[in-house]
């Protein structure tokens, strides 16, 4: 996030128009770019980077070698004809990706103000209103630009749109707590009850998260997420103790988000690791899995969905 003469822009990487799995409705999702989570299992994994960053694809590449020239680190090279990238080398210009005819760098993040996101948003208003949807900004961890977040929430409830935040719940109260005011629902991320087998998967502890889970739920009316993985959060315990807190919180609605193995080729066109497989296992959840977890979800009186 950053000032842009006197307006907030926010480093957004994605808008997504036609979401139906990000709250209720149809909806446009805002997609902010940064998160302080690693979780292993994450389908955005352009999302985590705080930076502009590239994303290369081979397909899209025809050897033009304009990249070559564009680049002051000394970061591409060609063997056989073939663009490569040394990240190591890389600092993120975006040199590259301007000039690249055909789309082969593609830029990740883009800094734009309040007004003109709110702007595209606005676009699908008809769609918002025949179908119950309206906005999610999620991320990353849209938290992490929290001043952004709050105003362009602020603005969209001022236009008569409903608000979602999608969030992992780990970020500083005060700042969660203004976002809450322009906020009609929460989507909240609880990938496991357990404080350590939660920082051990996620690299963060989970207490604030719980804290500030109970905080939203005083504020706001929130529906609980959990990403179902196989190997970390699965056991009957850990879907119970979730059950409980849902019902503690007084959770509209549980969504159960089965991970897959979808997102392995962006880790690769990243330059990063795809580390999910071995930190978790390589099995997706299966229907016997979901079913136990909709049964224990059902024995508490709890409301659920699956993907949303
Ligand atoms: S982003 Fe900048 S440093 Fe990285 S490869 Fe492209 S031009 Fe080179
Ligand atoms: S500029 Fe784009 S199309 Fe040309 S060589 Fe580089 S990546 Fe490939």
Same mark, same amino acid.
């Given at each position: 996030?950053?000032?842009?003469?006197?307006?907030?822009?926010?480093?957004?990487?994605?808008?997504?128009?036609?979401?139906?799995?990000?709250?209720? *409705?149809?909806?446009?999702?805002?997609?902010?770019?940064?998160?302080?989570?690693?979780?292993?299992? !994450?389908?955005?994994? @352009?999302?985590?980077?705080?930076?502009?960053?590239?994303?290369?694809?081979?397909?899209?590449?025809?050897?033009?070698?304009?990249?070559?020239?564009?680049?002051?680190?000394?970061?591409?090279?060609? =063997?056989?004809?073939?663009?490569?990238?040394?990240?190591?080398?890389?600092? *993120?210009?975006?040199?590259?990706?301007?000039? !690249?005819?055909?789309?082969?760098?593609?830029?990740?993040?883009?800094?734009?103000?309040?007004? @003109?996101?709110?702007?595209?948003?606005? =676009?699908?208003?008809?769609?918002?209103?025949?179908?119950?949807?309206?906005?999610?900004?999620?991320?990353?961890?849209?938290?992490?630009?929290?001043?952004?977040?709050?105003?362009?929430?602020?603005?969209?409830?001022?236009?008569?749109?409903?608000?979602?935040?999608?969030?992992?719940?780990?970020?500083?109260?005060?700042?969660?707590?203004?976002?809450? +005011?322009?906020?009609?629902?929460?989507?909240?991320?609880?990938?496991?009850?357990?404080?350590?087998?939660?920082?051990?998967?996620?690299?963060?502890?989970?207490?604030?998260?719980?804290?500030?889970?109970?905080?939203?739920?005083?504020?706001?009316?929130?529906?609980?997420?959990?990403?179902?993985?196989?190997?970390?959060?699965?056991?009957?315990?850990?879907?119970?103790?979730?059950?409980?807190?849902?019902?503690?919180?007084?959770?509209?609605?549980?969504?159960?988000?089965?991970?897959?193995?979808?997102?392995?080729?962006?880790? =690769? =066109?990243?330059?990063?690791?795809?580390?999910?497989?071995?930190?978790?296992?390589?099995?997706?959840?299966?229907?016997?899995?979901?079913? +136990?977890?909709?049964?224990?979800?059902?024995?508490?009186?709890?409301?659920?969905?699956?993907?949303?």
């Amino acid at each position: 996030m950053k000032a842009s003469g006197h307006e907030l822009t926010g480093l957004v990487f994605n808008i997504q128009k036609f979401a139906i799995q990000d709250g209720p *409705g149809i909806r446009t999702t805002v997609f902010m770019k940064g998160c302080p989570l690693r979780c292993p299992w !994450c389908s955005n994994p @352009e999302g985590m980077g705080s930076a502009p960053e590239i994303m290369p694809s081979e397909r899209k590449c025809i050897a033009c070698k304009q990249c070559l020239e564009a680049c002051a680190s000394d970061a591409i090279s060609f =063997r056989a004809g073939i663009r490569e990238i040394d990240w190591a080398l890389c600092s *993120g210009c975006l040199a590259c990706a301007e000039v !690249c005819p055909s789309r082969a760098l593609e830029a990740v993040g883009e800094y734009k103000t309040v007004d @003109e996101t709110l702007r595209i948003v606005e =676009r699908d208003r008809d769609f918002y209103e025949t179908s119950g949807g309206g906005v999610t900004v999620s991320g990353g961890e849209a938290l992490l630009q929290w001043e952004f977040v709050r105003d362009l929430l602020k603005k969209c409830q001022q236009a008569g749109l409903h608000t979602a935040l999608d969030t992992t719940g780990y970020c500083a109260w005060e700042s969660m707590q203004q976002v809450l +005011r322009h906020t009609d629902l929460v989507l909240f991320d609880v990938k496991h009850t357990d404080p350590d087998r939660h920082r051990v998967k996620t690299g963060v502890p989970n207490d604030q998260i719980l804290r500030n889970l109970e905080g939203a739920a005083s504020m706001t009316k929130v529906w609980l997420r959990v990403p179902i993985v196989r190997g970390f959060n699965d056991s009957e315990p850990n879907m119970h103790s979730t059950a409980e807190l849902a019902v503690r919180v007084g959770a509209e609605k549980v969504s159960l988000l089965p991970c897959h193995h979808w997102a392995r080729d962006k880790y =690769r =066109r990243l330059g990063r690791c795809y580390e999910s497989e071995a930190a978790v296992g390589g099995a997706e959840p299966n229907g016997q899995m979901l079913s +136990r977890w909709q049964e224990i979800l059902c024995s508490h009186g709890l409301a659920f969905g699956v993907g949303n």
